[in-house]
Each structure stands twice: as C-alpha cells, then as structure tokens.
C-alpha cells in the first residue's frame, strides 16, 4: 500500500444558497519518499488538496489514508496533533514570525515536536549556519523561504507540503529554493508534494497530478525526473 | 451615500468594538460628569433649601439683648431685605440640651416633616428623631426666667435647615453640646429684649448659598452691620447708663424722703419717752405724797378715837361708881327706877292719904322726895350712859368710817404704785425698742447708702453692650456641608481626569487599529477615486455614531445616577431634603466638545497616515514590525536560562511599545483606582479600630446635675453599687477655635490632679510614648495641633459660646483621630478658668451591659447624663457604611473599566496578530498553546500595570484620603496588606475572565483565511 492513498475526495462549500465544489472525487496515491507536484492553474482545487492533506482543512467525503491513517475521520485535535507531529508546511509567504530571529522560528516549530531535528543543523542544512541570528526583516525573499523549510524540516514530519514555495520570488532564487526542496527530499527520503501552477517546475517531479476544475486531470509518473539545475526556464 | 452604508455595516460586522468605543465614552463621560455635577447638585439642592425656608444671613446677639430701637436701625439699613427679632433659651430637657426658639414665620422656618405648626402657646415643635406627636415636654423651673409655660406637648415635627448637621454645635448648658432644638410660639416669652435678631440681606435669595456672588451680596450688609455695631453698642449703651442712673437717683430720693419722713418720727418718740418719763417721776411724788399725807391722817385718828375712848371710858366709870352707890349694875337700872317708881306710886298713894301737915306726910313727901331724887339720878345716868352709849356707837361707826376711808385710799395708793411700776417698765421697754428701731433704721440706711453707693460703682464699671454678629458661616452645619461637597469637587477632578485619559487611548487605539485593518479598504476608496474628506468623513461617521450612544448613555448616568450614589452617603451625615438632579449643559457641551474632538482627532489622524501611501501600497497588508533584540538579550546569563516561550514573550513584549504602554496605564490606572477604593475602605475602617481601640478606652462618661468642686464619697458609693469598675472625675465643656475664619469645635476635659487616666484614654505621642497631663500645659490632639499650627510650648486660644476667649499653653500632643480635644488637669484648669470643678464622670463598665448600667444610673439624682461611647462607635460606623456606598462606585467603575481596557488591548492584540496566531496553529500548537502564547504577553503586563498600579494607588490613596478628610478627622493613611491582595487579586481575576471571552476569539481563528495569500 501507498504510503498517502487519497480516495474519492470531495470538498464542497456552501455559500449560502449556492454550494460550491472546490474538489470532487479526487483519488490518487504517493509513496514515501517521492517528491509530488500537483500542478493545476488558479482555482483548480489544488490549495484544498493541500488543505485535506495537511490537516488544516476536512474533506466532505472521502478518505486520505496517510500512513496507515485516515485523516479525513480525525478530529480537529487529532489534526492538529497530525499538523504538530507529522506535517512541515512550506507557505508562499513564508509566515515567519517577524519577532523571531531565524534560528528561533525554526525552534519555535521543533520545540512542540517528539523527535525534532537540531534547529542550527536544520539552518546549516539549508544554507543558513551563519545567519541564524538575524530577524526574518533582515534577509532576502529567498532566505527567509529557506528559513521556513528549515522551520518545516527541523519538525522531521513524516510529509513536507510546499504551497506554491517559489511564488513570492524572483527564478533564480526559486530554482535554488527547488534545488533544496529537490535535494531534502532525495537525501532524506522525505516525501514532499509541492504546489505550483507553473508547469515547469513539474519537471522535476517524480510524480505529477494534474488538477482541472476540482478532479483529477492527469496523473503522471516520471521515472526518470530532472535535477532543478537541469531544469530548462 | 454609499460610504455611510458601509459605515453601519462596519458596525454591524464589528458589533464588539463598536460598543467597545460606546462603553469607552460612555464610561469617561459618566464618571466626569457625574462625580463633577454632585458637588454643584448638592450645593444647588441645599440652596434651595435654605431658600424654601428662608435661613437667615446673619444672626445678631447683644450681651444685654435687643431693643426695639435696634431693630428699627436695623431696618433703616440700605442692604437689608428682612429684619426679624426672636427670642431663645437653652435649657436642660430630659438630660438633653436642648435650644428653645420661638418659631418665627418670616425666618429660620423649621420644615414640617409630621404633625402641624404651632397654634397655641402650650404647643411645641420638636426635631425629627426626638420626640413624638402627642409627647409632653415639661421645662425645669428656671425657663419660667423666659417663657410662661413649662409644660408643652408636641404637635409637630420638624427639620430645620439651621442644623442640618449631626453636630449642632455647643451649648452653655449639659456637657456643653446641643442635642436638639424645639419651638414654641413667640407669645410665650415673658422677656423684655429680645435674645436675637435675624436678617436677611437684600437679594441674597436669589444667590446660590456658597457661590462667591453669594458672598459679594452678603458682605454689603455685613459691612453695614459692622458699622452699625459700635452705634448701637454706644447707644444702648448709654440707655443702659441713663436708666442705671435714673434708678440711683430716684433711690437717693427715695432715701433722703425716707430719712426726712423716718428721723421726725424717731425724734417724736425720743420726746414722748422724755415725756413719760416727767410723767412718771411726777406720778412718784404724788403717790409719795399722798401715802405720807395718808399715815399722818391715820395717826392723828388714831389719836382722836383713843380720846374719844378714853372719855367715853370715863364717863362709863362715873356712872357707873354712881351706879356703885345704887348698889345695882346698868342692866339693874330700869327695874330698880320701876321699883323706885312703884314705891314712890306707893308712898304718894300713902301720902295722898295723909295730910301734906302730917308728919307722915312730911316724913313721907320727904321720903318720896328722895326717892324721887334717887330715881331722877338714875334716870340721869341711864341719860348719860345712853349718851356715852351713842358716843360709843358713834366712835365706833367714825372708827369703821375712817377704816374703810383709809383702805380706800391705800388702795388707790397700791393701784398707782403698780401703775408707776408698769409705766416704768414700759418706759425701760419702749426706750430699748426705740434705740433698737433707731440701730436698725440707721443700718437700714447705710445699707441702702452703700446700695447705691455700690449701683453708682456699677455704673461706672458698666461693660458697654457688644453685639455678636454670626453669619452662615458660623453654623457647622453649613460649612460641613460645603466642605463635603466640595470635596466630592476634588476626588472629582482627579478620578475622571484618569477615565478621561484612560478612555482616550483606549478610543485611539481601538480606532488605530481598525483603520490599519482597513487600510485596504481605505486604498480601495483612494483608486476608485474617492475624495480624501469622504473617507475621513465615512469613518467619522462611525466614530461619531458610537460617541453619541456613548455620550447619551454616559450623560445620562452620569447626571441622573451617580449623584444620587453619592449624595447617600452625605444624607447619612446631613439632614437635607432630596436631592435635585440638574442636567448641567455648559459642561456637557464641554464633554461632547471633547469626547467629539478626540475621537474625531484620533479617526482623522488614523485614516490621514494612510493617505501618504500609494493606493497600491495601501492594499498590500501593512509589512510587519520589524523584529529587535529587547535589551534584556544583553543579559545573557539571564536570556539563556529563559524558555524559548519566554524569549518569544519578552520581545513580542517590547515588539509594540505603544501597547505596552496602553496597557500598562489602563491597567495600573484601574488597579491604583481600586486599591483606592479599599484604602479609603481601610484608613476610614482603621480610623475607627484607633479611636476607639486603641485611644478611647473608656465606656461612658456620665454628666452630673450639678458640678462638684472635689471628688465626693457619695457618688463614688452610688458607682460601686452600679457595678461601674473605675471611675475619674473630669471637667468636659465645648470650645472652639477659629482656623481660616472657620470655627472648629473643640473639647476640653479636665481630669482630678495626679490620677492616671490611662485606663479611659490612652495619650500617646507621635513615637507612642505614653504621655501624662502636666500642671503647666495641655495635651492637644493631633489633627488640633496641626490645624492651628502649634507645637510644643506654643500658646493658643479657645473661645467659648459667650466667646470669650482662653489661651493655653500646649504641652504634648496626643494621637488621636475624631474629633478635637484639649486634655489637662484641674490643676491647670484652675490656673486658667479659675476654679477647679467637675461636671462628669469617665468610667469604664461591663461592655455589655452598659445600657442597663446607665439606665440604673440615670433614676439616680445625682446624674444629668450618659454619653456612651458605643453610641460614638454606631455613629461612626453609620458614616462608614455610607462610605462603602463610594466605594463600590469606584469599584464598580473601576471593574468597568479594567474589564473594557483589558478586552480592547487583547482583542487588539489579537486582531494585530492574526497572522502570526495563524501561523501558530499551523505548526499544530494546540488552542491552548496558542492561548498561552498570546496570554503570556498579556499576564506579564498586567502583573507589572498591576504593580506599578499598586504603587499608583498608595499616592492615589493618600490625595483622595487627604482631600476627603474633613475638619474633625484625621485620617489614617493606611492600607491593609490584605486590600493589595485583594486588588491583585481582582485584576487577575479580571484578566483570566477577559482571556476567557479572549479564548474564544483565539479559537475561531481560520488559519486557512488568515494566511491566503495575498495577491
């Protein structure tokens, strides 16, 4: 069995009288140590995937079996312990607490985790070691996204999920940001799903799920996924 | 239009801060209105009081009373509006003092509270809380000096708006306070001048009483009545003298009538017992006279009827030796001349037969013829016996003549002997009465002589009349009262001044806060093309909109409510009617003006900050505070030791200073009010403990009916059998003495020399050494000494209520918290009064049975009156309780307002970082967790606004402890540990309530909404 088994998925809203279907019967499975790009243009469905899959949402029916685990039957306090323990979220915008130096927003994850990795190595491990002192207001966009993937890793979650990680930044920048994502995942065998509307980056992906209007457009395995330096921008 | 609609839906969509901003203003406006307006109610409702019953302006009492020439200057005056003459006494009723007036119509009116005025003279007015309709009061003897009628019954009940206050002031008779006042009809007093004269000046009705112009109206009068003063002292001065001289004249007069009349009469009664006693050495010689004249004629009787005896004797012998011849006795005679007879009859017959020749015959004629002769001789001497017989008949009748004749006159003799004896006698009598009348008469004289002599010296010696001129001011009633109120003044300017404030951040930051969530809306309205002035305007709109809800709640309490939360407590104190709500609009423009101005500043400059941006930056989230190192990092050896949480806690601490700074005042602003509110709790709680625990010890002073000059056995006897334990004999009279033109009563008690009070009243200095009464000096109390100004050695003056004046010399001071005394003994009484006396009793008794105690006590002759100290006690905890009443108003504003800040800050806080909390709960913190996070911050500065508040409080306390303290109390400024506690704990209590409401917010928190990207 896949390590994540997402079966039958659907999410619908109601706005007052109108009920909306953000996702609808959304099935696929990832497993453990893969690096996952659902790819899909704005208002697919594809954040609400990563809200279900990351706990902080639930879905209308359905299940995501993680690990052994359906968390579409949890509730909000198993959630949030599945959020505490076993999910390390990379956001668009980062949302570092500015109050915090970086060393201190990767702590400030680490230290509600059971078995967290040494928030300084996490730093170093992004490339960080010698700014961790500094406040997010100090360092570049790209920095500071490191510093959240720093923050997500130093939890050692069983899933790292990166909504649109590169969003907020310049290619450049981004590449090196999915070098990193690319590299963690390899290295660590860390299973991560990354977000994105930018069909590019899905090349280096080991497998892609394409999102249209809520389902499942196309599910796509590369055996062979590019390395982020080979990526052509 | 539309900007106004979006206005009212703000509103709707943030229903918690818009009566978060109606509560702010409602509470500031509320609490500044309301504790600004009760000092001008209360004077306004006094006011009119005063007016409703027409109380006097002045009072003016003569030592040799009124006259109607007085009144009648008085009338003439330029300024005067009423002038009505009176009369009063004070006398001793049931033990209690009591002032006796005779009610006027036009002035001083009493207000009826049951019952009806006065109809008839036998009729009386007493004060509320005294009597009963129906009762009878009956007048000692001595107020027949005044009035017609010692017996009354009541028929009304009245208040009077002469003595509003408990303390009525001193009184010359009891233990020299007054406890009550009465009326009775004028037409009662028997008086030839009136005892005072009141008067009212013109225009001062329409003055409000204590208000300067007040003051300027009164004090045209003022002025001339005191130029009038020495006129009518002068006049009726003089009067005085004209008649005292009148007097001694028509006395002289009298005298030298007298004199004249009474010397003739003396001199009448000399010459009648010169007279008699001529008289009677007259009566003597006379009486001399005729008793030598009486014995001599007795002798020479005497004489003549020893003579005549004698004669009368010899006759009887001649005859009878002639009878001897006869041979026959006297007795013999007729029978020897019968026989005789027969025989010459017979021999005649034998002569007849013979012839006249016969010898016979001649023989027998001569017989017959001697017979014849013998019978001749006897006849002859029965004749002469018969002759001396008669004689002797005759002597003897001349004899018994003479005899009576003699007693008769011996009589008369003896009768006026006695009469010359009773003549003398009453001669002696009449003379000894005579020179005794005349001693008399003549000290009599020289006594009236010295009368006037001694009437000239008093008019010589004749005090001029002086005139006491009293106004308002002098009745403590009606200084308390202002004092009060404007002490309410003072609290009032300082605690709304804090809510102000307090209130006005709050506004600024709940409204700087909203503007910065909608700075995106706000860059909206900029692109669409909205002018700058519709935007400020739209949210104006909805500042104003809860300003005016705010201000009408406010106002509203503020000028319907909390007067009447704070006049309780003074209705406890002062009998005044209800109090008269006034809506004041000068002021409560000035608090819209305000209220308005601030909050519109606030919005205005708010929204204006956000026009210096581009519309597009406008609608990018604001960046955020840029994160620092807190100084606190320096310390590394302290940082390091801290948890991670607390790290993050610190510096979010110094991450928004302004916040810190909002909170910390709001917070300590509410703790220092609170704590305020107990530390007046405490120091007016403690105040009581001292006074009565730790200085007055003793239990009743008992006030005897008439002084005693040293300690007398029998009273003590009486106090033993009464079960009083000990017992000091005391002087305690009423003085007072004038501060700052205000006159402040003062208690004197004099104690017996050499006797250790310290059972009854503890003296004890500033370093509460024991203190013990001296022979040259006073102990004075604290608060006295303070007030005049007095230390050690100083000298200072009391006057009494005829105020004449003492000065004396201070040599301790004692500690003490109500009222004022001055404690000697009577050693140092007598030097400066006079005489050493004692009118009371201190004693200490069964506390518990006190009651029974005094009530035994008072059938007891000796005794006038017990003045408990428990009575003191429930007097004072009266006032306490009243007190509670501004307590809770602080309290409950307080708890308001800490509760309002509290919430504001959090919810600020909250809303400011959203974002961040979202994050939070991302990462998988639990709710609680993510409470903690937020709350630690909050906790911190609460604990610090709470101590800084504690610090705040204790100036707090001592301002308001010190603006509230009236003229006869010192307050302690004291806070018990356990109020700091209680306030602690209070605020805390607060804070974990508001975190509550708080939790909730956290909770509801989306993170998936909170962290959408922005694009």
């Known amino acids: ?233 | 239009m539309l900007l106004f609609k979006n206005s009212f839906i703000k509103i709707r969509k943030s229903l918690g801060r818009f009566f978060s901003l109606i509560f702010i203003v409602a509470l500031g406006s509320a609490f500044f209105a309301g504790v600004r307006e009760t000092s001008s109610d209360m004077i306004k409702t006094a006011d009119a009081y005063y007016d409703e019953y027409h109380l006097m302006d002045f009072r003016i009492v003569s030592t040799m009373g009124l006259t109607d020439d007085d009144i009648l200057s008085l009338e003439e005056l330029e300024n005067v509006e009423k002038v009505v003459p009176g009369y009063s006494f004070e006398t001793v009723v049931n033990g209690e003092a009591s002032k006796i007036y005779g009610y006027l119509e036009d002035i001083n009116k009493a207000k009826l509270v049951e019952g009806r005025y006065l109809e008839n003279e036998n009729e009386i007015l007493v004060e509320k809380g005294t009597y009963h309709l129906g009762d009878t009061i009956t007048l000692e003897s001595d107020a027949l000096d005044y009035v017609k009628n010692t017996t009354y019954t009541v028929v009304g009940i009245v208040e009077s708006p002469m003595y509003i206050y408990e303390n009525k002031g001193i009184s010359t008779v009891s233990d020299g306070k007054l406890d009550t006042y009465m009326y009775i009809l004028p037409s009662n007093f028997t008086l030839e001048v009136y005892t005072e004269v009141y008067l009212t000046a013109k225009d001062s009705i329409s003055k409000t009483a204590y208000q300067s112009d007040y003051a300027d109206t009164i004090s045209k009068l003022n002025a001339e009545l005191t130029e009038l003063k020495p006129i009518r002292e002068t006049a009726r001065y003089e009067e005085i003298l004209a008649e005292a001289m009148k007097e001694i004249y028509d006395a002289e007069e009298k005298l030298q009538e007298e004199k004249s009349v009474n010397d003739q009469k003396f001199a009448e009664a000399q010459k009648e017992i010169l007279d008699n006693e001529a008289k009677l050495k007259n009566g003597w010689a006379q009486y001399n006279n005729g008793k030598n004249s009486l014995s001599s004629t007795k002798d020479s009787m005497e004489q003549m009827f020893k003579e005549k005896e004698q004669e009368i004797s010899n006759g009887e012998k001649t005859i009878f030796s002639g009878l001897e011849t006869f041979g026959i006795t006297i007795l013999d005679v007729p029978l020897t001349i019968e026989t005789l007879n027969g025989q010459i009859a017979q021999l005649q017959a034998m002569l007849s037969m013979l012839s006249p020749d016969s010898e016979e015959y001649i023989k027998l004629d001569s017989q017959i013829k001697t017979l014849q002769a013998s019978v001749n001789s006897l006849n002859e001497l029965t004749v002469a016996y018969q002759t001396l017989q008669n004689g002797k008949l005759e002597l003897a009748n001349g004899k018994k003549e003479w005899e009576d004749e003699y007693n008769k006159a011996l009589s008369t003799l003896n009768s006026s002997y006695q009469q010359l004896l009773d003549g003398e006698k009453e001669l002696a009598s009449g003379k000894a009465s005579y020179e005794e009348n005349y001693a008399t008469y003549q000290q009599e004289i020289l006594k009236e002589e010295q009368e006037i002599a001694d009437a000239r010296e008093e008019v010589a010696n004749l005090e001029k009349p002086v005139w006491y001129l009293f106004d308002r001011e002098d009745n403590s009633g009606y200084t308390t009262f202002y004092d009060s109120a404007t002490k309410v003044d003072s609290i009032a300017a300082v605690f709304p001044l804090f809510f102000v404030l307090v209130a006005f951040l709050m506004g600024m930051n709940t409204m700087t806060r909203m503007i910065e969530e909608e700075r995106g809306e706000i860059g909206l309205f900029i692109s669409l093309g909205y002018s700058k002035a519709k935007i400020i305007l739209s949210y104006l709109f909805y500042v104003l909109i809860a300003t005016v809800i705010g201000l009408i709640i406010g106002l509203n309490i503020g000028y319907f409510v909390v007067p009447l939360i704070i006049y309780r407590v003074y209705v406890s104190m002062f009998l005044l009617p209800d109090l008269q709500l006034y809506f004041n609009f000068g002021v409560s423009i000035l608090i819209i003006l305000v209220c308005f101005g601030a909050m519109g500043i606030v919005t205005f400059l708010a929204v204006n900050r956000n026009f210096k941006y581009m519309p597009a930056n406008l609608l990018r989230p604001e960046a955020p505070k840029m994160g620092k190192k807190v100084f606190l990092e320096k310390i590394r050896f302290l940082w390091k030791r801290l948890s991670f949480t607390w790290k993050v806690t610190v510096r979010n601490l110094f991450r928004y200073k302004k916040r810190i700074v909002m909170t910390l005042i709001g917070i300590s602003g509410c703790t220092a009010l609170l704590l305020t509110g107990f530390g007046i709790q405490d120091s007016i709680g403690s105040l009581m403990n001292k006074q009565f625990g730790e200085i007055e010890d003793y239990d009743a002073i008992i006030f005897l009916n008439d002084e005693v000059h040293e300690v007398n056995n029998d009273i003590d006897e009486v106090l033993a059998q009464n079960a009083i334990s000990s017992s000091v004999y005391l002087n305690m009279e009423s003085f007072k003495f004038s501060v700052e033109n205000k006159n402040v009563d003062i208690y004197l008690m004099a104690f017996e020399d050499d006797v250790i009070i310290d059972d009854f009243i503890h003296l004890r200095d500033s370093d509460g050494n024991s203190i013990s009464l001296s022979d040259n000096g006073v102990v004075i109390s604290e608060k006295t000494a303070r007030m005049l100004g007095v230390s050690l050695g100083d000298t200072f003056g009391i006057r009494n209520s005829d105020n004449e004046l003492f000065v004396l010399k201070v040599s301790q001071i004692s500690k003490n918290y109500v009222n004022h005394y001055v404690y000697m003994n009577e050693s140092y009484y007598a030097q400066v009064f006079g005489e050493k006396t004692y009118n009371a009793i201190m004693t200490t008794m069964d506390e518990e049975k006190t009651q029974e105690i005094g009530d035994a006590l008072l059938k007891i002759d000796y005794f006038s009156n017990i003045q408990y100290t428990t009575d003191s006690m429930n007097m004072f905890q009266d006032i306490i309780r009243s007190l509670n009443d501004i307590v809770f108003l602080i309290l409950g504003f307080s708890t308001f307002l800490a509760i309002t800040v509290l919430y504001n800050l959090t919810t600020i806080n909250i809303s400011e970082r959203t974002r961040e909390i979202a994050t939070l709960k991302v990462l998988g913190f639990h709710n609680n967790e993510v409470s903690a996070y937020v709350y630690r911050e909050t906790l911190v500065l609460t604990i610090f606004g709470v101590l800084i508040g504690l610090g705040l409080g204790v100036l707090l306390n001592q301002f308001v402890m010190t603006v509230a303290e009236t003229d006869e109390i010192l307050f302690v400024k004291y806070i018990y540990p356990m109020s700091y506690l209680y306030t602690f704990l209070i605020m805390t209590l607060f804070t974990v309530v508001v975190q509550f409401i708080t939790y909730f917010i956290l909770k509801r928190i989306n993170m998936i909404d909170s962290l959408k990207s922005v694009e």
């Open chain 1, 1 to 233: 069995m896949a390590f994540i088994e997402v079966k039958n998925l659907s999410k619908t809203y109601q706005m007052g009288e109108v009920t909306i279907k953000a996702i609808e019967n959304i099935s696929f499975s990832i497993n453990e140590g893969e690096l996952v790009v659902i790819l899909g243009p704005s208002g697919a469905g594809k954040t609400t995937v990563l809200n279900i899959l990351g706990g902080m949402d639930i879905p209308s029916s359905g299940s995501v079996i993680i690990d052994g685990k359906d968390i579409a039957k949890f509730n909000r306090k198993a959630l949030t312990d599945y959020r505490r323990y076993d999910i390390g979220f990379v956001f668009q915008f980062y949302h570092l607490v500015w109050n915090l130096t970086a060393l201190e927003n990767v702590s400030l994850a680490s230290q509600i985790c059971k078995h967290p990795k040494e928030s300084l190595e996490t730093l170093k491990q992004v490339g960080l070691g010698d700014r961790s002192g500094h406040f997010p207001a100090q360092l570049s966009g790209g920095e500071q996204q490191r510093v959240s993937i720093a923050r997500a890793l130093a939890k050692n979650p069983k899933l790292l999920l990166c909504d649109e990680p590169t969003g907020a930044l310049d290619s450049k920048t981004g590449r090196m940001i999915l070098e990193l994502l690319q590299n963690t995942c390899h290295k660590e065998h860390m299973t991560t799903i990354i977000i994105t509307h930018n069909a590019v980056i899905s090349e280096m992906a080991d497998k892609v799920i394409k999102i249209k209007n809520g389902k499942v457009d196309d599910i796509l395995i590369q055996k062979n996924p590019k390395l982020v330096k080979d990526i052509d921008w």
